[in-house]
């Protein structure tokens, strides 16, 4: 790698999969993923496709790197399968996601369930973020997803596609209830799987008291922007607020505002925008410290680059 000094550089550059997807041994979709929780990404993916309505109707998840392939085989199958695939909506975001069916089928029927989060802990949200060591600090190109109760981080999940990302964590919550139900194996797991697996079983033993599968009481977080596949993944889980780095689209708030979810955008440091359902957003404005006096607007761009000049110079 060269940089802008022309100096050679060394780099870590995220590694990107191909995963295809098998349900009952028929070709569903090819998923590019960075690989870390193979298990969990597909789980997740036929719940949030609404293809499957529990995790019990999954015998077992068999991933295969050497061949790139996940092997979902179902208890009973999966009824009308191939008109429930018919229709593919791609979605917005890197890597390209793909929802199965109508994108708004399912907003009038989703009832989320009455909770709030307090200004400080969104505060601690964005400073468990902040201190996170993730991939995307050393080489970029990725998003981040996680899953909080209040201030405190449940899991913390990377892919190439915050799509994807968002899975995984339904996925996750999932299996904290129903892991001894579901086989899963996976055969050469990737560099990024190093990290516990915390779909299988034996390894969610251990947080399945404290997690349960209720997004009652939990906040999703996301890095990139929340668009309406966002929110309706969201929702779907039953999480009633989420938070993002990024902001919404007009569609994401639209379905937002239709869901009664709290949507919080542009989330840095104590700054921060509510843009849908503030009744669930405990404000302490006490804390967002001393409110930056806007720009006069109504200088000459020559006058106010020396105001900004002199404001610079001199300082407060």
């Not at 550059?13 to 009952?24: G, S």
């Not at 709030?116 to 964005?126: A, C, H, M, N, R």
């Not at 400073?127 to 190109?141: F, P």
């Not at 596609?161 to 086989?183: E, F, K, S």
């Amino acid at each position: 790698m060269v940089n802008e000094f022309g100096d050679s550089d060394t780099v870590s550059i995220p590694a990107e999969r191909a995963l295809t997807v098998y349900v009952d041994k028929r070709e569903l979709v090819t998923l590019m993923t960075l690989g870390a929780h193979p298990e969990l990404l597909v789980l997740g993916f036929l719940r949030n496709q609404r293809l499957v309505a529990s995790v019990a109707e999954v015998e077992s998840i068999t991933v295969d790197w050497d061949v790139g392939a996940a092997a979902v085989k179902t208890r009973q199958g999966i009824s009308d399968i191939e008109a429930r695939t018919a229709k593919r909506v791609v979605t917005t975001g890197c890597g390209q996601g793909s929802v199965f069916g109508d994108l708004m089928a399912e907003v009038g029927s989703i009832t989320l369930p009455a909770a709030t989060l307090l200004q400080s802990e969104l505060y601690g949200i964005v400073n468990a973020i902040r201190l996170q060591e993730t991939t995307y600090k050393s080489s970029g190109s990725v998003h981040g997803c996680a899953l909080f109760r209040g201030a405190e981080m449940l899991v913390f999940v990377e892919d190439v596609g915050r799509h994807n990302a968002i899975d995984t964590i339904a996925g996750w919550m999932w299996m904290q209830h129903d892991a001894p139900t579901l086989a899963t194996a996976c055969a050469a797991l990737p560099p990024e799987g190093s990290m516990p697996c915390l779909g299988r079983p034996g390894a969610a033993a251990a947080v399945t008291a404290n997690c349960g599968t209720s997004g009652t009481d939990k906040v999703f977080y996301t890095t990139g922007r929340l668009t309406s596949e966002m929110v309706i993944k969201s929702a779907q889980m039953g999480v009633p607020i989420v938070v993002s780095r990024s902001g919404i689209t007009q569609m994401g708030l639209d379905v937002a505002q239709r869901l009664g979810l709290c949507a919080i955008g542009r989330a840095t440091n104590k700054r921060f925008l509510c843009y849908s359902a503030s009744h669930r957003l405990q404000l302490q404005p006490e804390l967002a410290g001393t409110r930056i006096a806007p720009l006069n607007t109504d200088l000459e761009p020559s006058s106010r680059a020396a105001r900004i000049g002199s404001d610079t110079a001199h300082g407060p």
